[in-house]
DNA sequence: ATGTCAAGTATACAGCGTAAGTCAAAAATA
DNA sequence: TATTTTTGACTTACGCTGTATACTTGACAT
């Protein structure tokens, strides 16, 4: 009755696993169903035997890409408790670049983000929150979240390479017409500032100025 | 005299103007070259007269896009200057919603985009903060923005159905596999709580605790 | 009047997602 | 075991995409 298909050389696992290989090593539009068939040793067609079509495929790849983020314990300190889940966001984020351009475009209402949001709002509620305020409180902490690593993912510098590529592009920013950003990039290529925002800043300013509504709203 | 197509009909702006009115009216994946192009009366290839490819005239498009923020009054209060800059980014990314999933994958550094920063930086920097500061601050707030409107445009509902959409997806929220999600929808189904958050929460939250941390960093 | 140059157009190519149809192998049934 | 049914894989094909290349045409300077 449910003896195992030896035939199924082909499952939607492996299918998601392989789409999330090159999604991740190659960009999200170097991913093709042609693409992906080839890396799995088949062709186009065979894919929709196991997937409904595209757009279903990347709704199994966020639904992986949820799975990966910390589900809030309920009963641990609210405080942490969403520090640990706001830095878990961001590093899958980071892990799966073509994410954060599909968040928009596609609903992701699956199971593992369900029950993510689910204990997240549990957690807050049972210290304290009202839910109206735990919803707010997740909405402003997520937002912070998908922004800051939106604009992380966007930054054309890394990190390690902030000073020189001050140095590099200070002659171009015209001193007569950006005079703040100008002094700003003097201030990274002398060391004054090292140029790096901080996740944690904003985050803190969030959960700081939650605390403080929720003890007096 | 008048032949059937005058020379110099397409421009730059014109296909900018076109091309917007597409996006935002039948979204991005809406907008391809041939169909700009009859939009305007011409063919796909006499676009790359004007136009270096799809790309460039993307980049073009969110120029004018930025162009439609306020800029920062260096000399204004900057609590009042950030509240504005903030909504009027907002307005902009809803006035088109195309917007956000390019963000990321484009580099948006145009004129208008710097002017902005760099009054940004201006206006906080003359008001006590430092550069650094000033850079964490946009940072933070630029996040709140970006994230909390990617969220907004993913919802599934619009506000004003809040509640009926509550009371229509209620028995599917299942009270033992998502129980605290299941009683926000009864909230908001009996009128405890309407739904909404709310962008400026999120946003005093922020400019609130960057009062505190320049007057006692 | 003629030559030059820029703008518009036609054709073509490689890639995309996927609908439709075919075929062989596995599973179910007899 | 023999036969039927189901199913996964494959082939072909369609309409779409961005755009390279080559050609034509209108406008203007000499």
Request: one cysteine or more; glycine letters at 6%; hydrophobic letters at 45%.
């Amino acid at each position: 009755m449910s003896t195992p298909y030896t035939r199924k050389s082909l499952t939607p696992d492996k299918i998601v696993d392989k789409a999330l290989e090159i999604a991740d090593a190659q960009g999200f539009e170097a991913l093709s169903m042609r693409k992906l068939a080839g890396a799995l040793g088949s062709t186009a067609m065979s894919l929709y035997n196991h997937v409904a079509n595209k757009d279903a495929l990347l709704e199994l790849m966020l639904e992986r890409v949820a799975a990966e983020i910390v589900t809030p314990d309920i009963s641990g300190d609210w405080e942490e408790t969403m520090r640990q889940r706001a830095h878990s966001m961001r590093a899958a984020l980071l892990r799966h670049r073509w994410v954060p351009p599909l968040l928009i475009s596609t609903i992701t209402m699956g199971a593992a983000s369900l029950r993510n949001i689910d204990a997240t709002l549990g957690c807050l509620v049972t210290q304290g929150f009202t839910y109206a305020q735990a919803d707010w409180a997740r909405n402003a902490l997520d937002s912070h979240v998908y922004g800051y690593t939106l604009q992380e993912l966007n930054y054309p510098v890394s990190p390690e390479a902030y000073q020189t590529a001050a140095a590099q592009y200070l002659p171009m920013i015209s001193k007569a017409d950006y005079p703040f950003m100008h002094e700003a990039a003097v201030q990274i290529v002398d060391g004054t500032y090292d140029g790096m925002t901080q996740f944690s800043f904003g985050l803190e300013l969030i959960i700081d100025g939650l605390k403080r509504w929720r003890d007096a709203p």
